[in-house]
């Protein structure tokens, strides 16, 4: 769901530097300072005796809601033309708000999309994120999975793939996992020993867990 960002005003005294802003609002102090002299940030005030800029409560606020944007992906005019509705707070400016974000949602609809689960939920979710023009990559074996040719067709989403045989690939693959050069452990989810694997089974059945990791031995 897209929420329409809105400016908080804060009544407070409190001020900050430029180095705890950029830690704040997780923006670099090159980006503030340049967003600054464009227009997208307003003027901040100087310190009158160091000359530094002083950010003020609002200040920050609108610059979460300037990195919230920059989070996005929005390019500088769209910036600009969010900022410049937000600012109007009528109906009608946050109509455009909501529709400058739809576009960017659409724009961020994925390219490639790699399915490997194969059942009907997981085929009918990996082709409906695809953006028109992209490809979907299904790994594995579809358990009755139709696809939507004519939605497909008309998005020109085209699809490849085939069969993963396990035994092609896992002699590289434990070679390369010995010797440290891939970490396959930041996919499992859940651990136990040969002797349970029943119970890993039924963990993953029951959308417990994800991938689960069976130690044969502590060597």
């Known amino acids: 769901m897209l929420e329409v960002l809105t400016l908080v005003h804060m009544a407070s005294s409190e ?13 670099p102090s090159s980006t503030l300072r340049y967003y600054e002299s464009i227009g997208i940030i307003p003027v901040i005030s100087r310190d009158s005796s160091s000359k530094q800029r002083v950010y003020s409560e609002d200040d920050l606020g609108f610059i979460k809601n300037v990195a919230c944007l920059y989070g996005l ?23 455009n708000q909501v529709a400058l974000l739809q576009r960017q949602a659409e724009t961020l609809e994925e390219e490639a999309v790699l399915e490997c689960v194969g059942s009907k939920d997981a085929t009918e979710t990996a082709f409906a994120i695809a953006r028109p023009g992209a490809i979907v990559g299904r790994v594995g074996l579809p358990h009755e ?47 136990t020993d040969l002797d349970h694997i029943d119970e890993a089974y039924q963990a993953m059945d029951g959308r417990r867990a994800i991938k689960a990791l069976i130690r044969v031995s502590e060597v």
């Open 15 to 27: 001020h900050y530097s430029i180095k705890q802003v950029s830690e704040m609002s997780g923006l």
């Open 73 to 95: 992906g929005l390019s500088i005019t769209d910036m600009r033309d969010y900022l410049t509705n937000m600012a109007g707070a009528t109906p009608v400016h946050a109509h």
């Open 145 to 191: 999975a139709p696809i939507d040719e004519v939605g497909t067709f008309f998005r020109n989403v085209g699809t490849r793939g085939g069969p993963a045989p396990v035994r092609e690939y896992l002699p590289e693959l434990l070679r390369a996992t010995l010797a440290g050069e891939i970490n396959p452990g930041e996919v499992f989810d859940y651990e």
